[in-house]
């Protein structure tokens, strides 16, 4: 058993990489970063490859995969926001599509950014940052402070409390959901190493992966809308 | 696992970013463009089809005012050509009628002198007869003196009567 833990403990550390010095600090890349960026580079380069030479008539099968990617993507997350939001449906669908891959990128022998809870830190304090500044942007500054003082001013502590709060529980989420379902593949994998983990594999690793990517980009849609209307 | 690292979800951060602004270069907004120009085109042909609509409907409403007037015209010149053939036949009949009534009484006016003549003819004829008969008788009895008097006398009163 010692074994075990020992084995899992290592699956479950996110490596550095590699690390260097700016200015007299130490820079350390970690095993997330890495993989964010061949995650980017795939993401950029599918892109790439898939909207080049657009056609307005005759277009290419490949152009219709484009567009028929970034119309349904695009039309989820805008079901989800609303039309009023329109303007933030391109940013919650690139982390629809980062938090997609990185959950599922583990498939492909690669650990998952989103196991590293410096990275879903990340991705919800861009959230809470979003929501905040779209409801300065939508409302004013005056609006904006007036929000946490409705419906009635006694629950401002609440409201303020609900900065804190969403994201934490954006982050902590995806990062516990990621992370369970690692720690419980792996046990699988020791406990009957043949095509058992290949059926979990689907629950754990693609469906859950993808729904918690819409989760966390539903959470933050709504959240924006909430902080718009 | 645990541990949280600050240069970590720096580099996170700038990475969305990066991804973010990069997607949004030649993911969406190519995508977009050219779907909003299929819009405008699919609403620019609509309109088009539509202004067609219009005008095919005006040509369409022309036609039918020109066919009915045509038709109008049609029926006005079929009164016209009816009204001056009833006029026409009107005039034959009466000249007809007058040539008729001219032939009549030229007719009439001929059979009269006919008459005149024959009934003249006939008098001339009696009165030669009636000499005739005269004569023989008178001369069985007396001269010619006696003959040609009585010859005039008879004439007076024919004459007379």
């Known amino acids: ?229 | 696992m645990l541990s949280i690292e600050a240069s970590t979800i720096i580099f996170i951060i700038i990475n969305l970013l990066v991804l973010f602004i990069a997607l949004r270069l030649v993911l969406f907004k190519p995508v977009q463009r050219i779907i909003e120009q299929r819009q405008k085109e699919a609403e620019s042909q609509f309109r088009e089809a539509e202004e067609k609509l219009v005008e095919a409907n005006d040509l369409k409403a022309q036609y039918e005012k020109s066919l009915k007037d045509a038709e109008d015209e049609q029926k006005k010149a079929l009164a016209e050509a009816r009204r001056s053939a009833d006029e026409e036949y009107q005039k034959i009949i009466d000249n007809a009628k007058k040539e008729a009534t001219k032939v009549k009484q030229e007719a009439t006016a001929k059979a009269e002198e006919e008459k005149e003549k024959i009934l003249k003819g006939a008098e001339q004829e009696i009165a030669d007869m009636v000499v005739d008969a005269a004569r023989k008788i008178m001369a069985d009895r007396k001269g010619s003196e006696v003959d040609g008097a009585l010859y005039n006398k008879f004439l007076e009163k024919a004459g007379d009567e």
């Not at chain 1, 600090?25 to 790439?48: C, D, F, Q, R």
């Open chain 1, 1 to 229: 058993m010692g074994g075990i833990s020992k084995e899992l403990m290592e699956e479950l550390n996110c490596e550095t990489v590699f690390s260097f010095t700016v200015a007299g600090i130490k820079v350390n890349v970690s095993e997330a970063v890495v993989v964010t960026w061949i995650i980017m580079a795939v993401l950029i380069l599918v892109s790439a490859i898939l909207t080049a030479n657009l056609k307005v008539h005759n277009i290419s099968k490949r152009q219709a995969v484009a567009e028929l990617i970034v119309t349904k993507l695009t039309g989820m997350v805008e079901n989800m926001i609303g039309p009023k939001g329109k303007k933030y449906v391109p940013y919650l669908t690139t982390v629809l599509l980062y938090i997609g891959l990185s959950n599922t990128i583990g498939l492909f022998g690669f650990k998952a950014p989103t196991k590293d809870l410096s990275v879903t830190i990340a991705l919800a304090f861009m959230s809470i940052m979003l929501v905040e500044a779209a409801g300065i942007y939508e409302r004013g500054i005056k609006g904006w402070l007036h929000k946490f003082i409705e419906p009635i001013p006694v629950v401002a502590p609440i409201n303020l409390l609900e900065i804190v709060t969403r994201p934490l529980s954006l982050c902590m989420r995806l990062f516990g959901n990621v992370l369970g379902a690692f720690v419980i593949m792996e046990l699988i994998k020791i406990v009957v190493p043949v095509i058992l983990p290949a059926v979990f594999s689907c629950y754990f690793d693609i469906f859950d992966g993808l729904l918690q990517a819409y989760v966390f980009v539903f959470l933050t849609s709504l959240y924006i809308s909430e902080a718009i209307e």
